[in-house]
């Protein structure tokens, strides 16, 4: 058999128990810190990131292995590129390499973004700064368009699946459905069709090799652990121990009416229910984060997903953001410093340490669902619904970068937002035509995009 990439064992050497490192630990480190650093643009930036390294480049998992890893983290709540990374470092150095891969892909971003937090909260009211998001955001709104289109293409294959992405639209824009209730129905309608129409769920997934040396995890010689009912009840344990131990020990010191308590269940409860990656669970963020808690105000919620863009790592790392203004307003008997790098501290925490649970409890039993359509046709259903999830994003998104202000017009149990037509922005206008041709038409990298917009922005310093 022909030599792997990096001189590893080949294939052969694989078998369906493997105990220890596929891979030299040191290695495999150094692989996922290389990745972690070219995290940008979103999932499907990051999924390719690790397609071409470890599957093209490394050979180090085949692409079917890949494919299904990717489609089991796609079930769970949680950035998925994030748990594909925990679960490849699971398979190729066990439980150490899961946490290494899955810490690194978020330490990075998770820096940057505490840096550029704090710079927000000490330059913003200047004109430069100010200016800046204002050239930003137009940007991120063309972002968040760039998504509705590419998950429209790849989801929405069918007439059924075009009517549940209008359906999830309307009940979150028109009736206020509570997000997880949009989803459990889209997954049901998807498990439905499945039953009464197979042929319309029904769909490919890419085999067969691309000629090049084996991969160290072929796609027959699976490397993972034993199921087992002890194993899981001591993860489980662990899990939630570790999850919940901070959550509690901010409540018992700081009150539990504190905002990091609130903070803290909060972004826990999230954690439970961001399917269909961070787009599809921001509006629900936004909404609470902004007209419930009152942690931030609508333009600094696009201004935290566009400096969350500007970062590697999961998107849903704006979440951070979020708490960082929420607790340096509302920061108790601490500094706001202080409060400030607890809430965004504690918040990472708990946004991530349940994708860890998730994969390493996991993951021993997912090649019992290799074959399970039942299961598969629900995510077809949650995936169409996060095309009406992200749209309604983007129509939050546009009132808020686009118009001064917006109100709420009800009839009967219809209520939806509308923007002040006179509040029109015409710099912000100009900038989001900009942004759009940018990548639509020209097609441009995302953080060129960004850069530009952002010059546009301060270039607009007089007229602001």
Request: glycine share 10%.
């Amino acid at each position: 058999m022909t030599e792997p990439a990096d001189g590893q064992p080949s294939g052969d050497a694989m078998t369906s128990n493997v105990i220890g490192d596929v891979i030299p630990f040191r290695q495999a480190v150094r692989a996922w810190f290389l990745i972690s650093l070219q995290t940008f643009g979103g999932p499907a930036g990051q999924i390719a990131v690790m397609q071409r390294t470890l599957v093209e480049e490394k050979r180090w998992i085949g692409q079917q292995r890949f494919n299904h890893a990717l489609n089991y983290c796609m079930l769970l709540p949680g950035p998925e590129a994030q748990q594909l990374a925990v679960y490849v470092g699971w398979l190729l150095n066990g439980t150490r390499g899961g946490l290494v891969a899955g810490t690194l892909f978020v330490l990075p971003g998770m820096l940057a973004l505490l840096a550029l937090s704090a710079i927000y909260i000490v330059w913003r009211d200047t004109a430069v700064v100010t200016a800046l998001f204002a050239g930003i955001a137009p940007a991120v709104l063309a972002i968040v368009a760039q998504a509705v289109i590419r998950v429209a293409k790849r989801s929405l294959t069918h007439p059924v699946f075009v009517g549940v992405a209008v359906a999830a639209f309307v009940a979150l824009a028109l009736f206020g459905i509570p997000f997880p209730v949009v989803i459990a129905a889209a997954a049901l309608i998807g498990w439905l069709v499945h039953r009464l129409a197979p042929s319309i769920a029904a769909g490919g997934n890419g085999h067969g090799g691309d000629g090049g040396p084996a991969p160290l995890i072929s796609d027959e010689a699976l490397h993972h652990a034993q199921p087992s009912r002890r194993t899981a009840s001591k993860i489980l344990a662990v899990g939630l121990v570790a999850w919940w131990v901070p959550v509690a020990a901010v409540a018992l010191l700081l009150g539990t009416d504190s905002v990091f308590t609130t903070q803290g269940l909060f972004f826990s409860g999230t954690a439970l229910i961001t399917f269909g990656g961070a787009y599809a669970v921001l509006s629900f963020v936004a909404e609470r984060a902004v007209e419930t808690y009152a942690w931030l105000t609508p333009g600094e919620m696009v201004r935290g997903l566009a400096l969350a863009e500007t970062t590697p790592g999961p998107l849903i790392m704006v979440v951070q953001f979020v708490a960082f203004l929420g607790a340096y307003r509302d920061p108790g008997v601490l500094s706001p410093w202080a409060g400030a790098l607890l809430g965004a501290l504690l918040t990472t925490w708990v946004t991530f340490v349940p994708c860890f649970l998730f994969i390493f409890l996991g993951a021993p039993y997912v090649e019992k669902l290799r074959h399970n359509r039942s299961v598969s046709a629900a995510l077809t259903g949650i995936t169409a619904a996060v095309v009406g999830v992200i749209a309604n994003l983007a129509l939050y998104f546009a009132e808020h970068t686009l118009f001064g202000q917006t109100f709420t017009w009800t009839w009967g149990p219809f209520a939806i937002q509308l923007p002040v037509l006179g509040t029109l922005s015409p710099v912000a206008m100009a900038i989001t035509v900009a942004a759009m041709i940018m990548t639509f038409v020209l097609k441009w990298p995302m953080l060129r995009i960004l850069g530009i917009c952002a010059l546009l922005g301060v270039g607009t310093v007089p007229l602001l």
